[in-house]
């Protein structure tokens, strides 16, 4: 006698009655990571889970382009428009990195209708830690 197989789904994640699109998310923290090379915002809840997040590579921009200031603005809308609909109002936000698009990101979100509660500026700074590398000679 011979079991019967189990029907296994083809997704290895599949949920049934997900609701993680019904979550409501009134306050939120947005982090604003803006290097030379690329932006990245990655929005959380309160406890620090993260709910959603975007680039300017995600965003469709390639090589240099991804530095650019309007780039930054393309990745924060990305990131923060399907938290509007999910009911965002209120967020924090916490900007890291000595990029271009630190002030471009803040203006998208200010434009998106989210009340900020403050921005704090959270770029780690040496107190005169390890020995920088050796300058370059050209």
């Not at 789904?9 to 949920?15: F, I, P, Q, T």
């Not at 209120?90 to 209708?113: F, H, Q, S, T, Y």
């Not at 005169?128 to 590398?133: A, I, S």
Request: with cysteine.
């Amino acid at each position: 006698m011979t079991k019967p197989i189990a029907k296994i789904s083809l997704r290895k994640n599949a949920r049934i009655g997900s609701n993680k699109n019904e979550r409501r998310i009134p306050k939120g923290v947005i982090h604003v990571q803006a290097s030379f090379n690329n932006t990245i915002v990655t929005v959380t809840d309160v406890r620090g889970r993260v709910v959603s997040w975007a680039s300017a590579g995600t965003s469709g921009f390639r090589g240099t382009r991804k530095g650019t200031p309007y780039a930054a603005q393309a990745a924060a809308f990305n990131a923060i428009r399907t938290l509007v609909d999910q009911g965002m109002q209120r967020a924090e936000v916490m900007i890291k990195g000595p990029g271009l698009g630190r002030d471009a990101a803040l203006r998208a979100i200010r434009r998106n209708g989210i009340l900020l509660s403050f921005v704090r500026d959270v770029t780690p700074m040496p107190h005169n830690g390890c020995r920088p590398p050796k300058k370059r000679r050209v």
